[in-house]
C-alpha cells in the first residue's frame, strides 16, 4: 500500500496547514494547552474549554471545514475520508479542538441523514455542524447497557394530542447538563420481542419533566449524569424513523460512535508524552525508552489502521476493511498502556492527583482509560462482536429473541 499523500491530497494537505496556521497556535504539548482542558476540575477552566470548543468549531464552520465528510447538500464540505484523515493529522499538531461537539457530531449526523424527515434534517443538521446546538445521547438505562435492547424508558402515545409521553430513566448520558437536545431511544410495544418495540425520538432537553443529576466520578468532575423523565411530552414529529423501527436506526448510531472513539485521544499524543520524559529528564533511561517506542509504534499502527479501513471503504473493498470493534479496542489498549507510562515517567509524583505538576492532567487520563473501555460498550461485547461477526465463531445463545418483550427477566 502506499502511504504518501496523492498530488490532490498534498494539494489539500498544504491548504489545511495554511488555514490551520492562521486561525489556531501549535500545540505544546503541556499545560499551556487549552484543548487539553476537558477534563479540567476546576469549573471557571471547564467552561472556557467549552466556550473555546464552540468557537472554535464556528472558525470551522465559517471557513468551510466543518463536516468535512458530510454531503454538501447538508451543509458539509463532500470530502472522502481521505480528507478527514489528512485534516485529522494536521489538526493534532495545534491546539484546538471542537471537543464534545465532534463526539455529538458523529453521534446524530448520520442518523438523522440516513433515517431522519426532510423537515428533521432542516432543523437540526446546520446547528448541530456549527455547534450552536449541543446534544446528548439518550440511550442507556440502570438495566439496560450492553444489552441496550432491553431498555425500559416507556413511550405511550396521547391519542388526544397526537404527542408521546415519556417516562423511565437514563443513566451515563455524557453531557446532559449543557445539551439543548438528546436523542432518545424508548419502548413503545412492550408486547413483542425486545428489539421489535423500539422507537427513536429527537427530544428537547428544556421540556418539563427532565430532571438532570450529575454523577461525579472518581476524578472529581461530572462528565455524565443520570436524566429521570417524568410525563415528557414528545412532539409526533420527533420520531426518527418509524414508530416501531428505533432499533434500527439506534443501530446506525452505535455503528458511528465506536468508530468516533476510536480516532479520539488527541488530547494526549505520543508528543506529550516525549515532552513530560524529556521535562523530567528520563527520556535517557532504558525501561521510559522502550515505553516510548511501544506507545509511538502503537499510534503509527492505529494510523495505518485507520488507514487501511478508510481506503478499504474508499475503494469499496469492504472486506479488507477492519472491524469497528477491533479498532475501539485496539485504541483503548493502547491509550491504558500510553497514560500508565505517563504515570511511570512521573515516579512518586504520579501517585498524587491535583497535585501533580499539570493540575493531575495524566492522573485524570489515568483513571479516565477505564471509561474508554467501558463506553461504546465495553472490551467484552467487542470481543463477542468480533468472535460472532469477524470471526464467525458460534453467537450467543439469546434466550428472549422471539419472547414478548414484558415476558422477559430483566433487572
Ligand atoms: C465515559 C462513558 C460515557 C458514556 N456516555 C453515555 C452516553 O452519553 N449515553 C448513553 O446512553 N450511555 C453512555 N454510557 C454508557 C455505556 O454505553 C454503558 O456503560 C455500556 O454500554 C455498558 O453498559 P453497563 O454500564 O450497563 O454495563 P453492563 O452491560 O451491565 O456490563 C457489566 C459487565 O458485564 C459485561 N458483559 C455484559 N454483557 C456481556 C456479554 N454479553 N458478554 C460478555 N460480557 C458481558 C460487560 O463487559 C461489563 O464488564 C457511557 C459510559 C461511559 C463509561
Redesign the pocket.
Known amino acids: 500500500m502506499d502511504f504518501e499523500d496523492s498530488p490532490e491530497l498534498a494539494s489539500f494537505r498544504a491548504e489545511v496547514r495554511d488555514f490551520l496556521d492562521a486561525h489556531a497556535e501549535l500545540r505544546r504539548g503541556d499545560e499551556r494547552d487549552w484543548s487539553r482542558n476537558g477534563a479540567a476540575t476546576d469549573e471557571e477552566v471547564a467552561a472556557d474549554y467549552r466556550r473555546r470548543c464552540r468557537e472554535w468549531q464556528r472558525t470551522l464552520a465559517d471557513h468551510g471545514w466543518a463536516g468535512l465528510t458530510w454531503p454538501q447538500a447538508f451543509g458539509g464540505r463532500g470530502g472522502t475520508p481521505a480528507h478527514q484523515i489528512v485534516f485529522n493529522q494536521e489538526l493534532a499538531r495545534y491546539d484546538a479542538t471542537s471537543g464534545f461537539i465532534t463526539a455529538a457530531q458523529a453521534l446524530v449526523g448520520p442518523t438523522l441523514m440516513q433515517h431522519g424527515t426532510p423537515e428533521q434534517q432542516q432543523r437540526y443538521l446546520e446547528p448541530l455542524l456549527r455547534g450552536d446546538e449541543w446534544w ?13 435492547s432491553s431498555l425500559a424508558t416507556r413511550a405511550v402515545l396521547d391519542e388526544a394530542t397526537g404527542e408521546w409521553v415519556v417516562n423511565g430513566q ?7 447538563q449543557y445539551a439543548d437536545f438528546g436523542i432518545l431511544v424508548a419502548r413503545t410495544d412492550p408486547d413483542v420481542p425486545k428489539h421489535a418495540g423500539l422507537t427513536y425520538f429527537v427530544v428537547d432537553m428544556r421540556t418539563p419533566g427532565i430532571e438532570i443529576r450529575p454523577l461525579i466520578q472518581a476524578q472529581g468532575v461530572a ?2 449524569n443520570e436524566v429521570f423523565l417524568s410525563d415528557v411530552r414528545i412532539p409526533a414529529e420527533n420520531v426518527v424513523g418509524e414508530v416501531g423501527d428505533g432499533w434500527r436506526v439506534t443501530r446506525t448510531t452505535l455503528r458511528s460512535e465506536s468508530s468516533m472513539i476510536s480516532g479520539a485521544g488527541q488530547a494526549t499524543p505520543f508528543t506529550a508524552l516525549l515532552a513530560l520524559a524529556q521535562q523530567r529528564d528520563r527520556d535517557g533511561d532504558p525501561v521510559i525508552r522502550q515505553g516510548l517506542a511501544h506507545v509511538y509504534s502503537n499510534e503509527l499502527i492505529m494510523k495505518w489502521m485507520g488507514w487501511r479501513t478508510q481506503t478499504a471503504v474508499m475503494t469499496g473493498r469492504y472486506e479488507l476493511a477492519l472491524h469497528g470493534s477491533l479498532l475501539k479496542n485496539f485504541f483503548t489498549r493502547s491509550f491504558a498502556q500510553k497514560v500508565g507510562l505517563a504515570l511511570d515517567i512521573q515516579g512518586a509524583e504520579g501517585m498524587l492527583s491535583d497535585d501533580a505538576e499539570g493540575g493531575g492532567f495524566w492522573q485524570y487520563q489515568f483513571i ?1 482509560q ?12 467487542h ?2 462482536n468480533l468472535g460472532e461477526q469477524a470471526l464467525g465463531l458460534p453467537r ?1 445463545p439469546a434466550v428472549d429473541k422471539d419472547v414478548a418483550w414484558n415476558q422477559t427477566r430483566r ?1
Open positions: 446528548c445521547q439518550l440511550f442507556s438505562e440502570p438495566g439496560a447497557g450492553s444489552d441496550l437514563k443513566v451515563w448520558t455524557s453531557n446532559a462528565h455524565f479516565n477505564f471509561a474508554s473501555r467501558i463506553g461504546g460498550g465495553t472490551e467484552e461485547v470481543r463477542n450467543e433487572s
